[in-house]
């Protein structure tokens, strides 16, 4: 049965304002994604292009989308329009330059499941992928279940999804006018009321969907419609974005893939840069507290060098390392590694890795504090990748 019979648990309010093509790839990827039920407004701010037809044929194809055709633009206040109209669990803003990728539904419900604070989930990491002309956005991890969230230090943006009860209480979007009179919907604001409510507003582990309006290549193609649009942004400027854009095309192009996982999504390194490491996105991770993918690489090397017997690790987090190094021992034919954890959740999560990667046999994950171990043998190999303040 398709997800669009039942009692919607996700209420997506899609906004429009031209870029019919964009709209049309927006529309198509999300009704080809999503596995949750759902029903759809789309509301446009008075479209001057051949939008209407995109958003027609589509409502005329769904019996749980329908469409709000607005005489005027009224900006991100658009998005209030059907707030009243929506039934589900959970309202997600969309804006129209969105490809939605398969599973991102699954993950925003079991992230709203697993952090029951969490009031605010942008569909977005912290850290713009490859293509995006876009920054770093500070955050820091959090985590339950496995699930991993991104704590926003400021705002998020538009495209994310709420808990309905928040518009129970009395939330709605605002406008900023910008310089030259164009609406935009006032983020910031937005997820300074959900704070205001005790709430959590947070990023997600990586890119649920791609965010087709920052790849460079469509900003290039479309410089007039971004130069009037970021023109008009007092806090961003058509010169900012000139500047990110130049940095954009001057960047190197890493591969990222991971030799050891390559079924795991990979994006660039979060962390700022520093004078030790100038240049942080070169590298790739799996997630803030993960080795990044070449540390992983370096470590499987070693081991793959080094022949140990016995290796200890502390700090298992997800397992990655320990699944790293138990696949080195199993080629090196000998070894085994007992690594040490405190977290329980962390520990259930990492014995599923390494059940799942077939190193269940030499790799032992013990729910224990390195602080009180006693190792059974002389140690041939030790990671010391626990708490910061432990290892130094
Ligand atoms: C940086 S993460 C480890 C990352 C992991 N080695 C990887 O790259 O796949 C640090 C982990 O150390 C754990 N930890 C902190 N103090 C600990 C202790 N005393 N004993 C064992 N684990 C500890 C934390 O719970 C966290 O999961």
Redesign the pocket.
């Known amino acids: 049965m398709h997800p669009n019979s039942q009692t919607p648990i996700i209420s997506t309010i899609l906004l429009n304002w031209n870029r019919a093509d964009l709209l049309e790839k927006t529309l198509e990827s999300y009704l080809s994604t999503i596995r949750t039920p759902f029903e759809l407004f789309i509301i446009d701010n008075a479209s001057t292009d051949t939008s209407r037809d995109v958003i027609n044929r589509i409502t005329e194809q769904y019996p749980n989308v329908s469409a709000i055709f607005l005489p005027e633009n009224q900006g991100g206040k658009a998005f209030n329009v059907a707030l009243p109209l929506c039934r589900g669990r959970f309202i997600h803003f969309s804006e129209n330059d969105l490809e939605y990728l398969p599973g991102w539904d699954a993950y925003v419900l079991r992230a709203f499941e697993d952090f029951p604070k969490l009031g605010q989930l942008s569909l977005f990491a912290p850290v713009p992928t490859d293509e995006e002309v876009w920054e770093l956005k500070p955050a820091s991890l959090k985590h339950r279940n496995g699930t991993i969230i991104y704590e926003a230090h400021q705002n998020v943006g538009t495209s994310s999804v709420i808990r309905a009860e928040l518009v129970a209480r009395g939330l709605r979007f605002d406008n900023i006018v910008g310089d030259n009179g164009v609406l935009f919907p006032n983020d910031g604001k937005f997820s300074y009321d959900i704070k205001q409510q005790g709430y959590l507003v947070a990023w997600s582990h990586h890119y649920l969907v791609n965010n087709l309006g920052h790849y460079g290549e469509e900003i290039e193609n479309r410089l007039n419609y971004y130069r009037q649009t970021y023109d008009g942004k007092n806090w961003l400027k058509v010169e900012k974005l000139q500047r990110r854009f130049e940095e954009w095309k001057q960047k190197p192009r890493p591969q990222r893939r991971s030799v050891l996982f390559p079924d795991d999504p990979v994006l660039p390194e979060k962390s700022e840069p520093t004078r030790e490491c100038p240049e942080p996105q070169l590298w790739s991770m799996f997630d803030g507290?993960?080795?990044e993918v070449e540390?992983?690489e370096f470590l499987y090397s070693l081991v793959r060098l080094v022949k140990p017997r016995y290796v200890v690790?502390?700090?298992?987090?997800?397992?990655?390392?320990?699944t790293a190094i138990g696949q080195a021992l199993k080629r090196n034919g000998r070894g085994r590694l007992v690594s040490?954890?405190?977290?329980a959740d962390?520990v259930a999560v990492a014995r599923k890795r390494v059940q799942q990667h077939g190193v269940a046999d030499v790799v032992t994950v013990l729910e224990?504090?390195?602080?009180t171990f006693t190792p059974e043998e002389p140690i041939d190999f030790l990671?010391l990748?626990?708490?910061l303040e432990?290892r130094e």
């Open positions: 507290w993960t080795a540390t992983l690790e502390t700090g298992t987090w997800h397992g990655f390392t320990a040490l954890e405190i977290d962390s224990q504090s390195s602080l990671l990748d626990s708490a432990i």
